[in-house]
């Protein structure tokens, strides 16, 4: 079982934290801050929102459930008007009309933005 008791000096002279300190770095309020990532489609800046890795997995499976597809839900779900954190920019209802699209440039480079930002580099991890 692991020691919360003071923070000590290893014996090379380093300091160890004890577990109750590296567990409070570890959930630090700055971690948990939300950064957008801005994103430009159709002429339009968005904010685009990380999502925590619960709601990742919420959308694995209603996009496995309905068919949907998963970047076109990560958009949906996680995009603002540029500075308003308030209200979501798309609605249920565009999901369709979204699909619909032509696929175009602006597309991919939203897409490639929202999987560096979710660290899903597909394009290096096919090639492994």
Same mark, same amino acid.
């Given at each position: 079982? *692991? /020691?919360?008791?003071?923070?000590?000096?290893?014996?090379?002279? /380093?300091?160890?934290?004890?577990?109750?300190?590296?567990? *409070?770095? %570890?959930?630090?309020?700055?971690? *948990?801050?939300?950064?957008?990532?801005?994103?430009?489609?159709?002429?339009?800046?968005?904010?685009?929102?990380?999502?925590?890795?619960?709601?990742?997995?919420?959308?694995?499976?209603?996009?496995?459930?309905?068919?949907?597809?998963?970047?076109?839900?990560?958009?949906?779900?996680? /995009?603002?008007?540029?500075?308003?954190?308030?209200?979501? %920019? %798309?609605?249920?209802?565009?999901?369709?009309?979204?699909?619909?699209?032509?696929? /175009?440039?602006? %597309?991919?480079?939203?897409?490639?933005?929202?999987?560096?930002?979710?660290?899903?580099?597909?394009?290096?991890?096919?090639?492994?």
């Amino acid at each position: 079982m *692991a /020691s919360d008791e003071g923070t000590t000096t290893g014996g090379n002279g /380093s300091v160890r934290l004890t577990r109750a300190e590296l567990r *409070a770095a %570890f959930f630090a309020p700055e971690h *948990a801050e939300i950064h957008p990532t801005p994103i430009n489609w159709n002429g339009i800046t968005l904010d685009w929102y990380r999502p925590t890795i619960d709601q990742v997995d919420k959308a694995r499976e209603r996009v496995s459930a309905e068919g949907r597809n998963f970047m076109v839900q990560m958009i949906m779900e996680y /995009s603002y008007p540029e500075g308003n954190h308030e209200e979501k %920019f %798309f609605e249920e209802d565009d999901y369709d009309k979204l699909v619909a699209l032509p696929l /175009s440039g602006e %597309f991919n480079d939203v897409v490639r933005r929202i999987s560096e930002a979710l660290d899903l580099r597909v394009e290096e991890k096919t090639k492994n």
